[in-house]
């Protein structure tokens, strides 16, 4: 089971302008808080709208381009699965297997479409925002807004799975309870790795958590 089964949170970032002048503050971090949304037919709260200002390409290199602002629109209980790769030479290659299943390429494409409709809302006309990207007509297409949708998607860097956890009977397990690869003497994992899927929201906590037990663990036994 090693480097099989990744899920991750796809994210795509819808772009809007405002009417009148706004610098792009240091960080771009959300302005209040972020949406939880449901798909659907989803039991549960399965899309995530983050009201940054930038994509994090700009927010982590600190650039103000002066382009369009932006809104990230995460799903965050992925049903497709990629795999992570090791050759004889040369890094990892990793295979995030993005939107595989249909219904989370149907569920993406709601989520830009909530983000459409927020730019429309009351409370943003005092801004004049104006939706830059997807433009109207394949906003309407679900077909071209697939396309869209592939041509611009990128990680939310939150990658699961690769040596998930899991009974002994499981042949594609890789650790146990207590982390330990099996097969391996005197070897753990202690990452976001041994999860068997990603977190339904950002995994930073249970990151922590999974360190911490680790850490009983290894004292104790």
Known sequence: GVGRDISDHPLVYVSWRSARPMPLP???????????????????????????????????????????????????????????????????????????????????????????????????????????????????????????IRRRLTTAVHLAGTARMGPEHDPGAVVDQHLRVRGIEGLRVVDTSVMPRATSRGPAATAV???ERAAELMTTR
Not at 32 to 52: F, K, N, R, T, V
Not at 71 to 89: C, F, H, I, K, Y
């Open 26 to 148: 240091p960080g771009a971090l959300p302005l209040h808080g972020i949406l939880h949304a449901a798909a659907s037919g989803s039991p549960d709260a399965d899309l995530e709208i983050l009201p940054w200002l930038a994509p994090f390409g700009r927010v982590m290199t600190g650039t103000d381009d002066g382009g369009d602002f932006s809104v990230g629109v995460g799903l965050m209980q992925e049903d497709s699965r990629g795999r992570l790769a090791l050759g004889p030479a040369g890094p990892p290659r990793i295979e995030y297997g993005y939107l595989a299943e249909e219904r989370d390429r149907r569920r993406l494409r709601e989520g830009v479409r909530v983000v459409a409709d927020l730019l429309c809302a009351p409370s943003l006309a005092a801004l004049g925002a104006v939706r830059t990207d997807p433009p109207d007509g394949v906003l309407a297409d679900d077909r071209a807004l697939d396309q869209w």
């Open 209 to 211: 958590m999974i360190g």
